[in-house]
């Protein structure tokens, strides 16, 4: 029992450690100018950090986005979430036209990332076992469905 606790308080000790607010002079050199790069008129930036890894909120052009970096200043992806309503119409009617189009509706973000074009996805729960992320291209065609937690 001494044991587990052990694992488990390390556990949670790791976890908070990765996911702490950090001062931006802690931020790598490469990651910054990467971010002011992409994001010259970024305002009320909170970053956050893990070993090999960056995140940053922040406001950009009267957006809230989230950005993701590696330890280098390679960039990995930016999304920003939004009410459903505001989709594009060919988002909202691939969504309509698939078989999850009876499942509520929990969460949307516009994800551009680095390895494809910019995608939409849908996070969709139908109880509370089978929930999915949907992820949609600009012209509504459902690219995959990835079950989540």
């Not at 000790?13 to 990651?31: E, M, W």
């Not at 930036?45 to 590696?70: C, I, P, Q, R």
């Not at 280098?72 to 459903?84: C, I, K, R, S, V």
Request: positive net charge.
């Amino acid at each position: 029992m001494k044991y587990i606790f052990s694992l488990v308080m390390a556990g949670i000790s790791i976890t908070s450690l990765n996911a702490q607010l950090i001062d931006i002079g802690k931020i790598p050199a490469a990651v910054m100018s990467a971010f002011k790069v992409q994001h010259p008129r970024a305002t009320n930036m909170n970053w956050s950090g893990k070993v090999v890894h960056y995140t940053v909120n922040f406001n950009d052009g009267g957006e809230n986005l989230t950005a993701h970096y590696k330890k280098d200043g390679a960039w990995e992806e930016t999304y920003m979430g939004l009410p459903f309503k505001n989709l594009p119409s060919s988002i909202k009617n691939g969504f309509q036209n698939s078989k999850f189009s009876g499942w509520q509706v929990k969460e949307v973000r516009r994800i551009d990332s680095k390895d494809r074009d910019r995608v939409y996805r849908i996070q969709v729960k139908k109880n509370p076992v089978q929930k999915k992320h949907l992820f949609f291209d600009l012209n509504g065609r459902l690219l995959e469905d990835n079950i989540t937690l």
